[in-house]
């Protein structure tokens, strides 16, 4: 039985074993919302997963989905914000090299998306949380989840919070997430249309016909081979390559042996597969990095690198703390604090309090922290004296920390080694257009092949804002149910 990713021609298929008008493989968020696309357009849905079940990385998910423009979450909570300033602050922190033409779709069409998501039975508590954390502590519906409000984006686009969180009791960070309350609607949607679904069945490569379009699916199950057709299309929407080896290697080497916020089912098939079949690739190299740090303590201290300087305002959003830790700083970064600011944050509840752990060192003064740390002589010190010298003032004129959390660093001192704390997810995949049809080398859609979610460069490149995966998989992957429903 082959391995090799490369299409079967059609003519070779003796037997199809299932048969709809729209395939889709994969049943996370894109997967889902391209079945319910596609069968409200009047197509017959299979969807199939290697799984057992519904859900992929989305039901494990936090549940941040990323949507703004004037919400009618962001209205009833006082919030203002327009599709252009969407636009404007994704298009600033999503590059470099972010595809604006899907920004802007998405920007403009994000306020209808939420309807859509509500009319599925996707709820949303009116409440907003303002602390700094990788989540909301609570069911809180709202909050910023891509450093909206902080430096340098605060500046250049007027701040609204678009992290949108689904309700849900008895949450619990990292175990039992809101992404579960996302996907479970959506799958109760999706089934009432009389979405099909076939479940432990991994999708192998593609069935093509001669002139190089899609016609179906070769997929396995416990060993044995099964063909699956597609009257109108196939949809590819099976995550990332985060769990590949060879792939991280040869794309994303920075995140060798680090691969996390995905699942080991994300091992970039429907991107070998359709890439087998000449799709052209886009930003392979891109990768959201987290940083596991408690966004109360970061906030209240200082990050520096290993030549003991800051780099970064430390009350931005966390993963662009990780991406810059990662890329900028070869994972050598450490977080000082006094004691006084580590106790304040300690009293503070987060969803990131299994962040804290016991400083690495603890000193009376500076330079007795700075010769613990083996930092060179007068690295950490003169940082400290620039910082403390304008936070006295309440401000941070070289890296813009926000006012509230600029205090001076007095009085006994800690540090935290910090270096390797980072883990990230891949952000490439194949190249899409607006309508989620799946490009060729040549620029052409391949007929019969469409794509969304994190199997695709969607509207992410070198930069990330939590929600954007559920916001992008979720936005075109109804695209693509609409687009290949309408296929003939």
């Known amino acids: ?116 998501l509500t009319e599925c039975g996707v709820r949303f508590k009116e409440e907003f949380w303002g602390e700094p954390g990788w989540e909301v502590a609570h069911d809180e519906g709202l909050g910023y989840s891509g450093g909206e409000n902080a430096a340098p984006f605060n500046e250049l686009v007027p701040p609204a919070p678009r992290g949108h969180v689904p309700q849900m009791t008895d949450k619990r960070t990292g175990v ?19 979405v099909r679904a076939e479940y ?11 002139d190089g379009g899609v016609e179906g699916i070769a997929a396995r199950r416990f060993g044995e081979e099964y063909y699956i057709r597609a009257r109108r299309g196939v949809v590819l929407a099976t995550g990332s390559f985060a769990y590949n080896a060879d792939m991280i290697e040869t794309y994303a080497p920075r995140l060798i042996g680090r691969p996390a916020a995905a699942i080991e089912e994300h091992d970039g098939a429907g991107i070998l597969m359709a890439q087998a079949a000449g799709a052209a690739l886009a930003h392979m190299d891109a990768t959201e990095v987290a ?6 303590m970061m906030a209240r201290g200082i990050l520096v690198n290993g030549r003991g300087q800051r780099f970064i305002a430390e009350d931005t959003y966390g993963g662009r703390i990780g991406q810059a830790a990662l890329i900028q700083q070869d994972n050598s970064v450490y977080l000082v604090m006094d004691l006084d600011s580590h106790e304040e944050a300690l009293t503070t509840r987060t969803a990131t309090e299994f962040f804290r752990q016991p400083p690495t060192w603890a000193a009376e003064t500076v330079e007795e922290l700075e010769s613990d740390m083996s930092l060179p002589a007068g690295s950490l010190t003169g940082t400290v004296e620039t910082y403390n010298r304008h936070a006295a003032d309440g401000r941070d004129p070289l890296l813009h920390k926000k006012t509230q959390w600029v205090r001076p660093l007095t009085g006994a001192v800690a540090a935290w080694d910090m270096r390797g704390f980072t883990a990230g997810f891949t952000l490439g995949g194949l190249r899409t257009d607006t309508d ?53």
Request: charged share 20%; with cysteine; proline share 4%.
């Open 1 to 116: 039985m082959s391995n090799s990713r490369r299409p079967i021609p059609s003519a070779e298929v003796d037997t199809w074993h299932f048969e709809a008008d729209v395939v889709i493989a994969g049943y996370g968020i894109a997967g889902v919302c391209a079945a319910i696309e596609a069968a409200r357009a009047g197509a017959e849905v299979l969807v199939l997963d290697r799984s057992g079940g519904w859900g992929g990385a989305a039901a494990q998910s936090g549940g941040w989905i990323y949507l703004g423009g004037g919400t009618p979450l962001q209205h009833a909570l006082c919030f203002e914000d327009t599709a252009e300033n969407m636009e404007r602050f994704m298009t600033a922190a999503l590059g470099p090299g972010a595809d604006v033409a899907k920004i802007h779709d998405y920007a403009h069409g994000s306020v209808e998306h939420y309807r859509w």
């Open 176 to 194: 039992r997430g809101a992404g579960y309350m996302l996907m479970k609607p959506l799958v109760e949607t999706a089934e009432a249309l009389g």
């Open 200 to 210: 432990d069945l991994r999708a192998r490569t593609l069935v093509c016909d001669p």
């Open 291 to 296: 940083f596991f740090g408690d966004p109360q």
């Open 436 to 488: 989620s049809r799946v490009l060729h080398v040549d620029g052409e859609p391949i007929a019969g092949l469409f794509a969304a979610g994190r199997c695709t460069s969607g509207v992410c490149a070198g930069g990330y804002a939590s929600g954007t995966s559920l916001g992008d998989g979720s936005f075109f992957g109804r695209r693509a149910g609409v687009t290949a429903a309408a296929r003939r």
